[in-house]
T-cell receptor, first 108, second 113 residues
Framework: KNEVEQSPQNLTAQEGEFITINCSYS?????LHWLQQHPGGGIVSLFM???GKKKHGRLIATINIQEKHSSLHITASHPRDSAVYIC??????????FGTGTRLQVFP | DAGITQSPRHKVTETGTPVTLRCHQT?????MYWYRQDPGHGLRLIHY???????DKGEVSDGYSVSRSKTEDFLLTLESATSSQTSVYFC????????????FGPGTRLTVT
């Protein structure tokens, strides 16, 4: 069983919809990262959080340490949000464990 | 964007040949990482470095070696490439200390025929 599980694996949405991607983990962590990988392949960090909630534009990330669960929400989705979203957990000061990603397609 | 470059960006090589991938950073970050990305798997750590000449193995290190002779460069070598090493390779950097963000390079697509 993977230490980091994401759901769903694939997600399609119509422009404007509210989107939620989930991440569950089974190990003790010091922080959780959400990353975005566009079709061109580049990987960009969206959030790093260890408690509570963070917001950046239309993106919101939450984490529940007790439940070992995090969610990434996208409000008012747009085709340019189409990408693979990756959850990763930091298990010590210098290493990350990655989920397999959620592929999101947003159609106009 | 963090200053990270990888070279080459694409490479096709034959089984049994040595291959070296280079990661170069201009951020003076202490930590550098090599990952591979394959369908059905998350990014997997091959090797990492926590300082000049200080390196350690990741979860998929067999068949790979690394070197870091200066802060800005981290080299990944496949001594004798195999088809199972066909993958996309990403380098990442991190400042450590109070900054644990990892910043990723653009990736190198390696095909071993």
């Amino acid at each position: 069983k993977n230490e980091v599980e994401q759901s769903p694996q694939n997600l399609t949405a119509q422009e404007g919809e509210f989107i939620t991607i989930n991440c569950s983990y089974s190990v003790g962590i010091s922080a959780l990262h959400w990353l975005q990988q566009h079709p061109g392949g580049g990987i960009v960090s969206l959030f790093m959080l260890s408690s509570g909630k963070k917001k950046h534009g239309r993106l919101i990330a939450t984490i529940n340490i007790q439940e070992k669960h995090s969610s990434l929400h996208i409000t008012a989705s747009h085709p340019r949000d189409s990408a693979v979203y990756i959850c990763a957990v930091r298990v010590n000061t210098d290493k990350l464990i990655f989920g397999t990603g959620t592929r999101l397609q947003v159609f106009p | 964007d963090a200053g990270i470059t990888q070279s080459p960006r694409h490479k096709v090589t034959e089984t049994g040949t040595p291959v070296t991938l280079r990661c170069h950073q201009t951020e003076n970050h202490r930590y550098m990482y090599w990952y591979r990305q394959d369908p059905g798997h998350g990014l997997r750590l091959i090797h990492y470095s926590y300082g000049v000449k200080d390196t350690d193995k990741g979860e998929v290190s067999d068949g790979y070696s690394v070197s870091r002779s200066k802060t800005e460069d981290f080299l990944l070598t496949l001594e004798s490439a195999t088809s199972s090493q066909t993958s996309v390779y990403f380098c990442a950097i991190s400042g450590g200390g109070g900054d644990y963000e990892q910043y990723f390079g653009p990736g190198t697509r390696l095909t071993v025929t």
